[in-house]
């Protein structure tokens, strides 16, 4: 199947805005739904709508199988050992903050080290700030070579024995640099820290294993991979899920309620606090049965495709300035000369083009680029090349544009 013949099955991307055919270049921000999901979610609120794990009747026995067929469909997506290691969440963030409430809280003190990138999402910077802020320990950072990627050596130099988290984004959303998660974790276990992997923008668009990477922690976000928002998914190595306290109470995770104290049911359901996101999760899975229809390799191997296509073409436009390596994940993060990354983002729209505009919520990684903001297009397996063609001849307008203004 190509793009084309997949871009069929987005029901939202057979539409007009501004009276051109819609160009969606904004995967990244959260991805588009394919009616197979949309199909499912309808489903379920039409056919079987019912709490899970707590009747006993039809519709519960139906939703209950649905929710936890999804968490094994996960469980496979990313090779983890047990469903006893899926967690689902809100999202990324939620995941990620439960890493850094529950085991952070409870395993750094004084002293000790996080070690994080510059170009994290700051949903994997602000709750190890609070982190830190909690126990006394202290932040560090690793520095990033001059196309915006990482080297090992500079890993090497900034763990150190008194480094207790690693932290870091499978893939930058912002420079598309695609970072070496396996060996990073290996030198964070050498110095006795866990790895906490941030993979909103991996898992989405690459196959991924975490028993292959060993990283302690894996998050990741359903709405960016066709599936419903509002669902994510928390991956945590069983040792470490066993020892951490819930963050949120109520029920669903418990597991006997006294009048003075409580006990807490078996992972995964102890950091499943209330009614969880059914529908949801029911409609992650189903979004994981499209993604492997597919193949996730061969989803990787068509964005690196764009991803060089894009840049090739985007590269012979006067005063196109774009960020991060050569070697990327299908992101182009870019300014145009003389305008506003927000101007352009607004003249695009009136093209049909949906890219985004801003500092993609990675503020400290724009201080680093030496820029206040930037424009992205983001690719994913709708996209074609005739896509990447049109966003080329908006932006010579745009320029055009601008410089008749000025």
């Known amino acids: 199947m190509n793009a084309k013949e997949i871009r069929q099955l987005f029901p939202i991307l057979n539409q007009e805005v501004n009276g051109q055919p819609l160009v969606y270049l904004d995967s990244s921000a959260t991805s588009q739904k394919p009616v197979q999901v949309i199909d499912v979610l309808s489903e379920y609120y039409k056919g079987y709508n019912s709490n899970v794990h707590r009747g006993v009747h039809t519709l519960g026995t139906k939703a209950t199988d649905a929710y936890e067929g999804s968490r094994e469909k996960v469980r496979k997506f990313i090779n983890a050992a047990s469903v006893e290691e899926i967690i689902f969440t809100r999202g990324t963030t939620t995941s990620l903050n439960i890493v850094a409430w529950s085991y952070a809280r409870a395993n750094l003190q004084e002293g000790d080290e996080i070690v994080l990138t510059p170009m994290e999402h700051h949903s994997n910077i602000i709750p190890w700030q609070q982190a830190a802020k909690a126990t006394g320990a202290t932040l560090k950072y690793i520095p990033l070579q001059q196309d915006g990627t990482i080297s090992l050596d500079d890993v090497q130099d900034s ?37 906490v992997v941030d993979g909103a923008q991996s898992a989405p668009h690459m196959k991924v294993d975490v028993e292959e990477l060993d990283c302690d922690f894996f998050a990741f976000s359903g709405h960016k991979m066709c599936g419903p928002t509002g669902i994510g998914v928390l991956y945590g190595k069983k040792e470490h899920l066993e020892n951490m306290e819930p963050v949120e109470f109520g029920g669903e995770m418990i597991d006997f309620v006294e009048l003075y104290d409580s006990t807490w049911k078996e992972l995964p359901w102890k950091f499943e606090g209330g009614t969880p996101i059914i529908a949801g999760a029911i409609g992650l899975g189903a979004a994981i049965d499209f993604l492997e229809d597919i193949g996730l390799d061969e989803i990787a191997a068509y964005e690196h495709e764009l991803a060089d296509y894009a840049l090739n073409r985007l590269e012979s436009i006067e005063g196109f300035q774009v960020y991060g390596p050569r070697e990327r994940a299908g992101i182009v993060t870019f300014n145009l000369e003389g305008v506003h990354p927000h101007d352009l983002a607004t003249v695009v729209d009136q093209e049909g083009i949906a890219i985004r505009a801003g500092h993609h919520c990675a503020q400290p990684l724009m201080k680093w680029l030496d820029v206040t903001a930037t424009a992205r297009a983001s690719f994913y397996l709708y996209n074609t090349k005739e896509d990447i063609d049109s966003l080329a001849n908006a932006l010579v307008k745009t320029k055009e544009y601008f410089g008749d203004v000025f």
Do not use: D, R, Y
Request: hydrophobic letters at 40%.
């Open 159 to 195: 763990v150190t024995n008194k480094t207790k988290i690693v932290a870091m984004t499978q893939v930058s959303n912002v420079l598309g640099s695609i970072n070496p998660i396996k060996e990073v974790t290996k030198i964070a276990h050498e110095h006795g820290a866990v790895c």
